[in-house]
């Protein structure tokens, strides 16, 4: 999977498209690993743009809550922007809302 | 013993001895797609190309043929006539009788040549015995001759000694005749011979001893040559320009004819270390191979080379004809029978072989075969052969037919062309046929090699498939136990009244991720949950059946109050969690004698209570994160009451994000607008398989992507038995 990144001050915003599901969830780890690696206390901040993504399973699901873990250890943040209703839907009803900091805007994401 | 190891001269055992194509020295032949097979093959080829002549003789034949075809195909233009033949022909017999003629009528002939002023006069005719014609000898033939004409004629002087004077006066050259295992010595005239360079008497063409005329002829004539020619399988195609009878050298009777023509005493002979190189007369030096012989390069036939003897002696050819040129007489009457194969005709009159090599002489088209030759040869030989040995294992068996059709091409276009053009014998056959032989070999080893390998494939897939076949045989197995670990309404709660249960459960592969689960806490509360783990088959599986048991332990453990179950299983699940996996659960707690619902929900589906009367569909909103997301979190419970007739419907995503064949997802609206129509149904069931197949009939046709869990608990009310 293709991980379109821009750094917008201070903030590195990763920008994946499509349907991250049980088919395409481990290209989108190992893409996002090394932002991941470096999303730590001090670092950049790091927001996933999702303006892009139509779909979104247990499985992709699964490595967000593992990416928000590790850059909660790292000290890092994690933020997720501008969920499509699908999306967004998914993120509401798994709670996962509570899991990662979800913004409804990209602006918003940058500006918190 | 044939099988007996020839270290320790034990009998080998019958495990010891392996399979032919398993030795090793077989597969060391035929390893890296059989090339060192190959190259030792090439080897074998190479030499045999290269032997000397005379050693392995398996391609000369082949060779030979190959510079014939040259030959018969594109046979020598006749540029110059240096030669003409005055032949003893059919004609000749025919008008002056019988041969042999007395040797008389051969002196007129040599006269009446001269009278044309020829350049020199060769007689291609052998004559070792006194004529038995001559006058003296005459009274032991006739009987009843007078004794004073006995006397008459024994005055006369004899046939031989005439023709002797008509030799002598003319200078014309005599020949002799090379012959084998004869101890008659080479004793007689013959031109002095000047080397240079090495001695050429070891490389020349040997003959122990020459038939020589009659030493009256042989001593009248002005110069002595050789008739012998190379007849190999049958076909002369070479002449010794040059040869050795005993320690001398005598030249061929052409070239000695040539030397009489243009007055040089001597020949000239040029030899290396490697052999003999030019034989020279005068100015002219004719190179030769190595035992100095030549390659005639023959033209057809052709009658205007001859005149008619009796033509001649009749006065019926004009003398200014034989002006300058050199006048070959010969025997060509077919009864005579002087005739040889050669490339170009199967009968050509000897003599005719001696003007054909006058004329390349002159014409300077002699045929060469120089030493390099072969070395090219060999080099096409090796050049081609490591090129199919690199490329026939690479390529389709067409291909490599078409790759060597056209090395072969090449090659035999290589060979005519140095042929047309410059008159060089190279041989593409040898080198075309063993590359042939090459690329069979090659051909075979990879055809075998490939059979080999098809069957080490076949066998490998044979054995895939028993491994799937197990590996299927197992996931069955696990399938039962899981589906057999989830609880049966029927068999929990048989003759209930107080509320009635629906579970399904469908993994979308053997086993699946989803869970279900449902058991009495005591004699009124009844204990519930559905689950979905983030993620399917095996891993999913294995994680689906700790999670279930976990949150039945933790159900009994905390008397089914569903937050603090849901807490203490995030805690048990998340201790041994090295997958980072999670599992979303909405656990409730009914008491079925009041309809008091307590439910958690972490992370899952949001249920559904189905409309009744004036109320319209609800969804039961509230809850935390899925188990293991979020460290320490706090669930939180929340609680309600059913009416008698309420009914709940709690489904996992793969209901609501079941695909269709066209990719267009169920969605919560779909399921949602499902339900509102059932809340009149009777039984759980009827809901719960509604839901079912309105979802299976929207994703025909489509892959199934996730499992599928459906759970639907009706209340109906405390009930009469008042349990």
Redesign the interface.
Known sequence: MDLAHTRIAGTTVLSPAGRIDHATAEAFKAALAPHVARCAAGQDRLVLDFGAVEYISSAGLRVLMLAAKQAKVQGGILAVAALQPIVREIFEISRFTLVLNVFATLDEALAA | MAWRSSSDGTPLSNAERSHWSERRWLRALRGARGRPLGVGLLVVLLLLLLAPEGWVSLLRPLRLAVFDAYQHQAPRARRSAPALIVAIDDASLRHLGQWPWPRTWLATLVDRVAEGRPAAIALDILMPEPDRLSPGRLPGLITGLAPDAVAGLQRLPSNDAVLAHAIRSHQVVVPMAGLDGEGLGAGGRRAPVRAFGADPLPFLRRFDAALRNLDEIDGAGGGHGLLSVDIERGVVRRVPLMAAVGPSLVPTLAIETLRVAAGVPAFAVRASARGVESVGVGDLVVPTEADGSVWIHYSPHDPSRFVSAADVLAGRVAPHLFERKLVLIGVTAVGLSDHQATPVADRMPGVEIHAQLLEDIFDGSLLSRPRWVGLVEGGLLAAGGLLLILAVPHLSARRSAGLLVALIVVLIALGSLLYLKVGILLDGAAPALSLSVLYTAMLVVTLAEGESQRRALRLEIARQREAAARLAGELEAARRIQLGSLPRAADVFANETRFDLYAFLDPAREVGGDLYDFFPLDADRLFFLIG?????GLPGSLFMTMSKALCKGAALRQDGRVARVLGEAHTELSRDNAE???V?VLAGTLNVSTGELEYC??????PYLLPRRERSLRRLDG????LC???D?AYAATSLRLAPGDTLCLVT?GVT?AMSASGE?YG?SRLASVLSRLGDAVSASHVGEAVRSDVESFAAGAER??DVAILVLRWIGPGATGR
């Open positions: 979905d783990v983030s993620g399917k980072g996996l999670f979303t929900n972490a992370g899952h589906e949001t809850g935390g994160p899925p997301a979020v460290d979190f995503d994000e997802l919560r992507a996730d």
